[in-house]
């Protein structure tokens, strides 16, 4: 059996899976405590990391019905994320790892957003076998990539040129007035609104599979002010439901463009924008094989 750790942000994951990739548990354990400060502060979230491990990682293991004995390999994420952070993951790896006399495996975070689709994660989703399309968004990182073997290499065909998708939800929301994380908050208050009140940029002009997020910031940042303080509050869902439109749209673009040049039948989506509904109804209309991670999953919750 692998135990598996993640902590590159502000929630602290342990998960307990098998070689032939089916998850035996999963556990997270969110820090509530970012929500007033509007964003993730790094220094408090790796010192509630250090607080919050040893009690994920004990869960995990009595779901799994598992023992550190029987830990076979242990996996963590070495990178790319919140260095203090990932510090905590890491050294808890190592030290496990030293104890148990277990082999280490450090692992790229966006790999391991393109991997997960190996898994048996339940609702139609995984294992996916290559050759496949895989988009991940998240709020750090948004790329597009084919996946043509089980190895640690893929080919990225687009990624972000200035800012992510995840991080266009996150500082929409700000300008909207709504609470961190904005991604959930938004994709609430757009379900009152007009998708098409307001016209958006989803950088279609923009050829290519590279994907662009600072000018549609811009445009709602300017709307805002344009409509003036109370308009805009009258339209915040109009605002929403616009603004989640042209980010649903600048992605879905971009895959179906992929598609057609690569003439690849099957998408795996990963990342946290992944939970986005409008995202994944979209994306299922167009017509390929889709593999979308369950929104579900066992949780501790230590604050």
């Not at 898994?119 to 996916?128: D, H, K, Q, R």
């Amino acid at each position: 059996m692998i135990l598996a750790l993640e902590t590159s942000c502000d929630d602290t994951c342990a998960a307990v899976i098998t070689p032939d990739g089916r998850i035996l548990s999963n556990v997270i354990s969110s820090q509530g405590v970012h929500a007033r400060y509007g964003g993730v502060v790094p220094e408090i979230a790796s010192r509630h990391h250090l607080e919050l491990i040893g009690a994920v990682i004990d869960d995990a293991l009595e779901r799994a019905g598992a023992s550190l004995g029987r830990i076979e390999l242990i996996g963590v994420t070495r990178g790319p994320g919140l260095i203090a952070a990932l510090l905590v993951g890491v050294a808890t790896a190592k030290a496990l790892a030293a104890a148990h006399r277990t082999p280490l495996a450090p692992v790229d975070h966006l790999h391991g957003h393109v991997a997960a689709s190996f898994l048996e994660v339940g609702n139609g989703a995984g294992p996916l076998e290559p050759p496949f399309l895989s988009l991940v968004a998240s709020g750090g990182h948004t790329l597009l990539a084919r996946v043509v073997d089980r190895g640690p290499g893929y080919e990225v065909l687009g990624q972000t040129l200035d800012d992510a998708a995840g991080e266009a939800f996150d500082k929409g929301a700000r300008l909207l007035g709504l609470s961190y994380p904005g991604g959930p908050a938004l994709e609430r208050l757009a379900r009152e609104g007009d998708p098409e009140a307001f016209a958006f940029p989803t950088a279609a002009r923009m050829g290519g599979l590279d994907f662009s997020f600072a000018g549609l910031k811009t445009a709602l940042l300017y709307r805002v002010r344009e409509l003036g303080e109370a308009e805009a509050d009258r339209r915040r869902a109009d605002l929403a439901a616009s603004y989640q439109r042209a980010i649903v749209e600048s992605l879905a673009l971009r895959v179906e463009r992929a598609i057609a040049e690569t003439g690849v039948d099957r998408l795996a989506i990963g990342g946290g924008v992944a939970a986005n509904g409008p995202l994944r109804e979209r994306l299922s209309t167009i017509g390929v094989e889709l593999s979308a991670p369950r929104r579900s999953c066992a949780r501790t919750t230590r604050r």
